[in-house]
Structure formats: C-alpha cells, structure tokens
C-alpha cells in the first residue's frame, strides 16, 4: 500500500476485499490522527462523500474507518444523519480525567517498583526534550511538539510498569485525552503551560526515581487531573467554552 500524498490513498494488489481492508486500516490512522490533532472540532459534522475524495477511495474503507472510530469514542454515527465529532459536555470531562489520574497514578505506583536505570535514563532524556519545547516561540510547534513527546513520556512509565494489560487500557484513554484537549477550539492547546507541564514531569520523575510509589502516584494523579483547569483558562482567554464550559 502507498500513500500517494498527505490525503489520497492508493491500493495495492490482491483480492478486493482485502485491499478494501487494508485501505479502511490507512483511512482510519489517518482519520483518527486528524481528530487527535484537533482538525475537526467537536460536532462538526463528517461527509462521507468529502471523505472519500479526500482519501480518494470507495465509501467501504471510509465507512469502516468510521465505525471504528465510533467505537473509540471519537465520533458519532446517527442513523439516516450522518456522522459528526463526538462532543462531550463539562461533566462528563471532569469524570474522564479522574478516572484517567487515578488509571495513570496507579502505573506510576507500579513502575515505581518495578523501574530500571535504563528505563529512567529513557525519560530523563524525553523530558529534555520536553523542556527544550520552552524555548520554542512558534507556538504550533510547541503544542505539536508536546503532545508527541508528551506521550513518549508516559509511554515510558508504562514500559516501566512492565504490564501490557495497564498500558493496552492507557492508550485508549490517552487517545481519547488528545481528542478532549485537542477539539476545544483553541488553536494551540497546552502551549503556553510548558513550564507547568515541565515542572509536573520533574517530580514525577524523582518520584520514580526513588521508587517512592506513593508519591508517584499522587504526582501523576495530580499532573492528569490538572490538564482540565489549563484547558479550561486557555479556553476562556481565548474566548471559548471548553467542552460546555466548567
């Protein structure tokens, strides 16, 4: 399979159904990537039709892209409507990212334990890179920027953790925090809180370090939680109601 830009896909040989598969796999990576990123908003609304000519495939791949992601809770299909961007009101926010500090407190716990010197040396380095985001003035760089490394980040604290169940579960509700951060409107998300963000690593990682289990989860539970508030002030400075406001 090749992609023939940065929106047009092209199939490869073989049997019709297993290229319809593997074209419905592409459009859905690159589908959901757009929506963790932040290109479409909350509730707008997806044409299939405009989909597929922008993939430049059949309505099968695009569809089952779709319900793939309905499934994740990233968009909505409506019945004789259409499809559009989940929307989520402020309490349900709320719920998510306590629900999601205390999954990601508890890994913390986990890796406190379990951690090796390498494994540390690994996060050290990806939060220099984080750090090196504050000297960064474009500020889509710097919201890009975190994000990526921000999930190279805990990615490495699952990997400490060394439990395939706990990550498998985190990468969902990671995906689905992108989305809630990313789908507020405001045009460069987490940018301006770099040095919050920073400083909530640090202790996190000298948490770990001294394989204090408990306080890594307390940093963690406290580092998660806290992304609602930081939405919630860009939000307002920029004129919006984040996800129904707080």
Not at 132 to 152: F, K, M, Q
């Amino acid at each position: 399979m090749t992609m023939t830009d940065g929106f047009g896909l092209r199939p490869g040989a073989g049997p019709a159904r297993s290229s319809s598969v593997r074209l419905g796999s592409l459009v859905y990576e690159q589908l959901k990537e757009r929506l963790l990123e932040g290109v479409y908003a909350a509730g707008e609304r997806l044409q299939v039709e405009a989909l597929k000519t922008q993939f430049q495939v059949s309505k099968q791949p695009v569809m089952e892209a779709l319900r793939r992601l309905s499934g994740e809770g990233l968009v909505e299909i409506i019945p004789q409507v259409g499809c559009q961007v989940c929307s989520y009101p402020a309490q349900e926010v709320d719920d998510f990212f306590r629900l999601f500090g205390g999954v990601e407190g508890t890994i913390a716990e986990v890796a406190a334990a379990r951690r090796t010197d390498a494994q540390l040396q690994r996060l050290v380095l990806v939060e220099d890179r984080i750090a090196s985001l504050r000297a960064v003035t474009d500020p889509e760089r710097r919201s890009h920027g975190y994000r990526v490394h921000n999930r190279e980040f805990h990615a490495v604290v699952h990997e400490m953790a060394g439990s395939e169940v706990m990550a498998t579960t985190s990468r969902r509700m990671w995906d689905l925090s992108d989305f809630l951060i990313n789908t507020t409107g405001i045009p460069t998300p987490l940018s301006e809180a770099l040095d919050r963000r920073h400083a909530d690593h640090q202790r996190i990682v000298e948490a770990l370090r001294a394989r204090h289990g408990a306080a890594a989860r307390r940093e963690m539970e406290s580092h998660i939680a806290g992304t609602v508030d930081i939405i919630r002030l860009e939000a307002r400075a920029a004129g919006l109601a984040a996800h129904g406001g707080s």
